[in-house]
């Protein structure tokens, strides 16, 4: 059995939260905490996140959110026991719902248009991109093995008309992130960049897109991550806040 590690976060508006994960293989990671920081959600929406892993993104946002409803979608049997596992040490089992399911075939248990918001940490690095992680779980998390991004981004026929589908993406590949979202008339409305240090290229881009929106988008301000010495930027303080 996979070596587990049991780990604090502390996210703003959610508190401290533990997570029980494989101490190699999927993890989770900044990009996870940022994009539940980025995510805006109603109370009584219903908010899907496909390829959720240990579900920390629904578990945080569970607890921002107690009055909406969290279904977080996962293949790896392993890290669906460590999501019902994770939702009951946090105690969100009543608003966090497990779906063991391939997203490739998640219309066979979850009907279209039925979701508020879509949020999801894809797998963005290409098959053929960039160093390749020996370990299988990891590399399933990272790269696009289950479809490539086109997949994930029909994922919002799952949403309502004007739904809210969130996701973290690397800023290099924007252009043909938006370009993929109005094909599948889904608007994009709302971004941030992230930039791991004030003088350098922005890394990330967070992004709200509106199913069936209208034109306009608002850039927020960028959210810088690391100081010169290496520490964290005083926002990136604030957001580890409980």
């Not at 959110?65 to 460590?82: G, K, M, N, T």
């Not at 929106?213 to 301000?221: H, S, T």
Request: net charge positive; aromatic share 6%; charged share 25%.
């Amino acid at each position: 059995m996979t070596s587990l590690t049991h780990d604090s976060i502390a996210l703003r508006g959610a508190g401290i939260i533990q997570i029980t994960q494989p101490k190699k293989g999927h993890r989770f990671t900044l990009d996870s905490i940022l994009l539940a920081d980025f995510c805006r959600v109603k109370p009584n929406e219903r908010v899907l996140e496909p390829g959720a892993g240990t579900g920390v993104i629904s578990i945080l946002l569970a607890k921002k959110h107690p009055r909406s409803l969290f279904y977080p979608v996962e293949i790896q049997p392993d890290l669906i026991d460590l999501c019902n596992k994770n939702r009951v040490a946090n105690g969100v089992e009543r608003n966090v719902i497990t779906v063991e399911r391939d997203i490739r075939r998640l219309y066979q248990s979850i009907n279209p248009g039925g979701f508020d918001v879509v949020v999801t940490n894809p797998p963005y690095t290409r098959v053929e991109a960039g160093r390749t992680s020996p370990d299988p779980a990891r590399r399933m998390a990272r790269q696009d093995l289950l479809g490539r991004i086109e997949f994930w981004l029909d994922l919002q026929k799952f949403l309502k008309q004007g739904g809210r589908y969130n996701l973290v993406f690397p800023a290099t590949r924007l252009a043909e992130l938006f370009s993929l979202l109005r094909e599948r008339e889904t608007e994009p409305k709302r971004l941030r960049f992230v930039h791991t240090k004030e003088q350098k290229p922005a890394s990330l881009v967070l992004v709200e897109a509106i199913k069936s929106g209208g034109a306009g988008l608002e850039v927020l301000p960028p959210l810088i991550v690391h100081e010169p010495d290496g520490s964290y930027t005083e926002e990136m303080r604030r957001m580890y806040e409980p």
